[in-house]
């Protein structure tokens, strides 16, 4: 199989800002790719110039095989972050209206978006006003704007943002079940755990600059759990005597719990019995790093403090929820 | 192409099926509908019957007994019956040839005249030496509707015979009760003027009805003369020209503001990416253009067959000839591609209609200016002025369309270099604004100013 995508050496600039700074990227035909990153780090501007809605300012990019986006527009399904619907419009009338600026062929369509709309238990509202829809039934009726077509590319900008579980759910499944007709599939996200959950490959974006593009095993492989978590038996422990241990790099209490980190050179499950022995605990478990942590790390080497990325991170996600 | 067609055939609909919309449309025909019902019946109701007495204070003697002859029932009848045909001969002139039947302008006159009042008037001759001041007592209690004495005249002791030549003659005084009828103290007006030339005529010893044809004069209408024939000229037609400008201006106006509503509705509810992603931002403008331009057409063939059908009744619709109407087709498309382009910029680079007020002036103030130049325009449709203006765009379309309608025509020449002109520069706007549209769309946050708007076509 081929690249769905190829980015290389794309830059983008709004006026002194630098938005996107020479980004390389392949994206395999049938995967699923997270985008993630905090907010601002330039995704939607990487995703709007792959849809050739912004165009960059050096490098070049290849959709589906073709030089540009606007060739193969009917092959791609997109879902933008800044997304509405006609208020005026009727639902299946705005759907119908979509999907055949999509390219889908007029004869059946009807009964095609009444069908989907079913699926999302929607039916009822194909001869309702958009205006009249609650936020989360935009939003799928948005999704199903984005599908209708049956594109072999779907593009999806913070697809889950604002929705409540049951509806995350259903979109999810939906999303799923794209990927598994092998479609390539591409959404961003700033909540770390999303991309975990469900893509295979993660790039991460800061400061207009991929710094991850691996698999999510790859990623985890790399970076190897050397956290071990403790929670001392008596709750009283500061963990002095640990800080003095030459194997121990660092110890940072988290509530109820220690945060060990430990120095290259020592093998976790050593760490595991050796602190074991050494105070008595009701828990010992070694640290899987999230996403989010693999996040701080790369932030970390770069100079930013743990602390600045984990509140831009906390951030970006508060905002997504008061905001949408 | 497809999904341009696609693009205006919903910018279309979601216009032209808006309430507003199919209220503009209608409405003008439910209040055409209303005048031509209604009017008939509020004509015919009853006009108000005034009752009372005049009183006269006629020091020489010689005017009363005119005065008493003309206010007897029979002679007021008599008078309103010849202000009635004097009516039908007004409405008569004033009407174009065949604007109506004889029946309908009898009975137009008849209806108007139905509304004077009803006289019902007695006369009191007071003394020759009566005080004006005292006998004015009566006028001031009540009004005119409580009767009673409802006006006073008092004429002149010089009226009729002057001391000398070189003195003027007297006329007399009229004092009115408050609220009387206008229409009544006009007629007593006349009938004293008249009974007073009559007695003047008289003493002068010469016969009243031989002096009144001899100072008679009817005044004649204009009559235009020119290769085509000889015509009266009327109002109507520096109306025509006039009405052919406002179909063009109103169709602008309405799909020009149909098109900055869509654009500005499609950005700030966000839709505009998504359309971006299926379709090009210059598909996305073209078929929004052609898709009001649609909803404009449809207005000028509803308000143009209204007018059509206005005409056809005043049997005037020969006065329009097919290539005119078929030019106000071709300019109505040069002036709306112009504005709509404008128009499209300016939505796609605000936030809201807020906003959208201080760019839109100019452009409101572009399609104004033909109409406040419409009479400098209309006088003269071929002096430098309106030459200058008919070839100069974005204002030549509408001065066009003036002079094309007027009763000299611009010389045929001017209308292909009119076009062609408009032709370029709409080329233009459209290559400017195309620019402004697409980096415009994507721009939220701070109201741009034309600043802005020029920076965006310098970097797009």
């Known amino acids: 199989m081929g690249d769905a995508i190829v980015l290389s050496g794309v830059r983008k600039t709004f006026g002194p800002k630098v938005a996107v700074e020479g980004i390389d990227l392949s994206i395999p035909e049938g995967s699923l790719v997270g985008f993630i990153g905090p907010n601002g780090a330039g995704k939607t501007t990487t995703i709007r110039m792959i849809m050739s809605i912004l165009f960059p300012d050096a490098g070049q990019i290849s959709v589906l095989g073709k030089a540009s986006a606007i060739e193969s527009k009917d092959r791609i399904g997109y879902l933008p972050e800044e997304r509405g619907l006609y208020r005026k419009m009727r639902v299946g009338a705005f759907l119908c209206h979509m999907a055949q600026l999509k390219g889908a062929p007029p004869e059946g369509i009807k009964q095609k978006v009444y069908g989907w709309l079913e699926r999302v238990n929607l039916a009822d509202c194909f001869k309702k006003k958009c205006e009249e829809l609650s936020k989360g039934m935009q939003q799928k009726v948005q999704f199903l704007s984005a599908i209708l077509h049956e594109p072999d590319l779907l593009i999806l900008d913070e697809p889950f943002s604002g929705l409540d579980p049951v509806n995350m759910r259903l979109l999810k499944d939906l999303f799923l079940e794209q990927h598994q007709m092998g479609r390539t599939i591409i959404f961003s996200t700033h909540q770390m755990h999303q991309a975990e959950q469900l893509c295979d490959r993660i790039v991460m974006i800061n400061k207009g600059q991929k710094v991850l593009d691996s698999t999510l095993g790859h990623i985890r492989a790399q970076h190897d759990p050397r956290t071990v978590l403790v929670e001392p038996m008596d709750g009283l422990r500061d963990g002095t005597a640990l800080r003095n241990e030459p194997w121990v790099r660092d110890v940072t209490p988290r509530g109820e719990l220690l945060e060990i980190g430990l120095r290259d050179g020592i093998e976790p499950r050593d760490a595991i019995r050796k602190i074991a022995e050494m105070m008595p605990v009701s828990r010992i478990e070694l640290h899987r790093p999230t996403l989010e942590d693999i996040f701080v790390e790369i932030a970390q080497g770069e100079g930013e403090s743990a602390e600045t990325v984990r509140e831009s991170l906390h951030a970006a996600a508060k905002s997504e929820e008061v905001g949408t | 192409m497809n999904k341009v067609l696609r693009v205006a055939w919903r910018e279309f609909t979601s216009t032209v099926l808006t309430k507003g919309f199919i209220l503009a449309i209608v409405l003008p025909l439910i209040l055409l509908g209303m005048m031509i019902v209604l009017m008939p019946l509020l004509l015919t109701e009853k006009a108000p019957k005034v009752s009372g007495s005049v009183a006269f204070i006629d ?270 087709v071709v300019y109505f498309v040069l002036a709306y591609v112009m504005v709509a382009s404008m128009m499209a910029a300016v939505g796609a680079a605000v936030n809201d209609v807020r906003e959208a007020q201080s760019l839109m002036t100019p452009i409101m103030l572009m399609v104004m200016l033909p109409y406040m130049l419409w009479l400098p325009i209309s006088r003269d449709p071929n002096g430098a002025f309106a030459t200058v203006l008919g070839l100069l765009p974005p204002i030549s379309p509408f001065v066009m369309v003036l002079r094309l309608n007027s009763t000299e025509p611009p010389p045929m020449w001017q209308i292909p270099v009119s076009i062609v002109i408009n032709v370029v520069s709409v080329y233009i706007m459209l290559r400017l604004t195309a620019k402004i549209f697409r980096v415009g769309l994507l721009m939220y946050g701070k109201p741009p100013n034309f600043a802005t708007l020029i920076k965006w076509v310098r970097m797009a």
């Open chain 2, 59 to 328: 020091p020489s003697g010689e005017v009363m007994p005119a005065i008493r002859e003309a206010m007897t029932p029979e002679a007021i009848l008599k008078r309103q019956d010849r202000r009635e045909g004097d009516l039908r001969e007004a409405l008569g002139r004033a009407a174009p040839k065949g604007l109506a039947t004889d029946g309908q302008l009898d009975a137009a006159a008849k209806s108007a005249i139905a509304q004077s009042p009803k006289l019902d008037l007695t006369i009191e001759e007071l003394p020759a030496d009566a005080s004006i001041e005292s006998e004015k007592e009566p006028l001031k209690t009540g009004t005119a509707q409580d009767g009673g004495r409802l006006a006073l005249i008092a004429i002149s002791p010089t009226a009729i015979t002057r001391q000398s030549t070189d003195e003027p003659f007297g006329s007399f005084e009229l004092y009115t009760k408050p609220k009387l009828d206008d229409r009544v103290s006009d007629d007593v007006r006349d009938v004293v003027r008249d009974a007073i030339l009559n007695a003047r005529i008289l003493a002068a010893g010469q016969d009243p009805a031989i002096i009144r044809a001899l100072t008679r004069v009817d005044r004649p209408d204009a009559v235009t003369v020119s290769k085509e024939g000889e015509q009266k000229t009327s109002k109507w037609e520096i109306l025509l020209p006039f009405g052919f400008m406002a179909l063009i201006m109103i169709s602008v106006m309405v799909s020009g503001q149909g098109l900055l509503t869509t654009t500005i509705e499609e950005k700030s509810n966000r839709i505009v990416e998504v359309l971006l992603s299926a379709l090009s931002p210059m598909e996305l403008m073209t078929g929004k253009i052609i898709g009001q331009m649609g909803v404009g057409l449809t207005l000028m063939a509803v308000y143009g067959a209204l007018g059509g059908g206005v005409l056809a009744i005043f049997a005037m619709l020969s006065q329009i000839s097919p290539l005119n109407a078929v030019l106000l």
